[in-house]
């Protein structure tokens, strides 16, 4: 059974640092690359971040390239999503997801749920101004 399960979303003032986390098990089968998502109020889901099964290479959404971080720790089965200069436009519901295929959405930052094989529950970011 595959489970991915984020933790760390808050509330900040704008300007204001969170790390996100996502605790994942029984992703054996074969190597994924893991994802973050988010998803804003009233919107469609947005890919965010992507890294590599091996945890070694990172591909970012242009609005956050300079801001956000993810990283994967194989060891402990957790994948992080360090962000820095939170603006209100980051305000969201904030998904890890996990997919054999590494990729970066073409034509834009767009995604659906089939897009991935697999999803957590989410944690919420909320950004004051």
């Known amino acids: 059974q595959v489970v991915l399960e984020e933790s760390g979303g808050s509330s900040v003032q704008a300007g204001g640092s969170l790390r996100l986390s996502c605790a994942f098990s029984?992703?054996?089968?074969?190597?994924?690359?893991m994802y973050w998502v988010r998803q804003a109020i009233g919107k469609g889901l947005e890919w965010v971040a992507g890294?590599?099964?091996?945890?070694?290479?990172?591909i970012y959404e242009d609005s956050v390239k300079d801001r956000f971080t993810i990283s994967k720790d194989n060891a402990k089965n957790i994948l992080y999503l360090e962000m820095n200069g939170l603006e209100s436009e980051d305000t969201a519901i904030y998904y890890c997801?996990?997919?054999?295929?590494?990729?970066?959405?073409?034509?834009?930052?767009?995604?659906?749920?089939?897009?991935?094989?697999?999803w957590g529950q989410g944690t919420l970011v909320t950004v004051s101004s």
């Open positions: 997801a996990a997919d054999p295929a590494f990729f970066r959405p073409a034509g834009g930052p767009s995604v659906r749920r089939e897009d991935f094989q697999y």
């Open positions: 029984g992703l054996t089968s074969r190597p994924y690359s």
């Open positions: 890294t590599n099964a091996a945890g070694i290479t990172a």
